[in-house]
């Protein structure tokens, strides 16, 4: 009987054996919760991360100021990715329940922004495509799982950083950036914030650690070798 897991390792196995693993794109994006209840605020990045050539490559979509102008120009960028690389997986950890429907919700005020003459403009086009037909790849439950196989318990919840500092996955090189804003006290949005406002360097490399870190435990869990 078929169930998600087969389904899930058919669209990989497609994947690997056609060589198209590079079209599989790690994603993340910085945003208040209170996002998904109000769709006006604004998001900071979009961050990915995908495997060309046996390297991990990182792209950063962030803005400069927290303006609708800022967060269209963000999104343009975006989609001028999706138009190159047309994603065809869409790889997270947790994205089903913040990423996607929070781009999904973007999308409904975006539409008329990019549209001209009755037309998406072509990036945006590829954008849309990339988020309504590409297959979304939460490795939340497979990685659950991997840890339950290996502690010999039930399976149960369990965060990127917890996932990211126990012992199945030590062999890989994580950048394990997650303790730039965990090690601080206070609300984890209010310090992203403050780290994107202040110290921009740092707010990089905490988003880039969580796409690269995510993809390479996508790469681990369903076994696929740098292409």
């Known amino acids: 009987m078929v169930n998600y897991e087969n ?19 790690s994603i993340d994006i910085e945003a208040d ?4 209840d109000d769709p006006e605020k604004i998001i ?22 927290e ?10 960028e975006f989609g001028s990715f ?6 065809l997986v869409l790889v997270g950890f947790g994205n089903s329940r913040f990423d996607i429907p929070l781009l999904l919700l ?7 922004l990019f549209k001209q003459n009755g037309i998406y403009q ?15 790849l939460d490795v939340i439950n497979p990685v659950r799982f991997a840890i339950a196989d290996y502690d010999n318990t039930n399976p149960k919840f369990v965060s990127l950083d917890f996932a990211l500092k126990h012992p199945r996955f030590r062999h890989l090189p994580f950048k394990n950036s997650k303790g730039i804003v965990s090690k601080v006290e206070g609300d984890k949005w209010e310090i992203i914030h403050d780290l994107w406002k202040k110290d921009r360097r740092k707010f990089e490399q905490y988003i880039e650690g969580d796409v690269h870190d ?12 740098g292409e």
């Open 106 to 112: 973007k999308m409904r005020r975006l539409d008329n």
């Open 33 to 36: 919760l209170r996002t998904l």
């Open 82 to 87: 999706c138009e190159e690389v047309r994603p």
């Open 7 to 25: 389904l899930q390792n058919h669209i990989v196995e497609f994947l690997k054996s056609n060589h198209l693993w590079h079209r599989a794109v």
């Open 214 to 225: 995510t993809l390479l435990l996508a790469e681990d869990i369903f076994k696929i070798n």
């Open 67 to 76: 303006t609708p102008e800022e967060e269209i120009k963000i999104f343009n």
């Open 122 to 136: 072509s990036g945006y086009w590829a954008f849309r495509d990339a988020l309504t037909r590409s297959y979304i």
């Open 44 to 65: 900071l990045s979009i961050s990915t991360a995908r495997r060309v050539n046996n390297r991990i490559d990182i792209k950063n979509f962030i803005v400069e100021e």
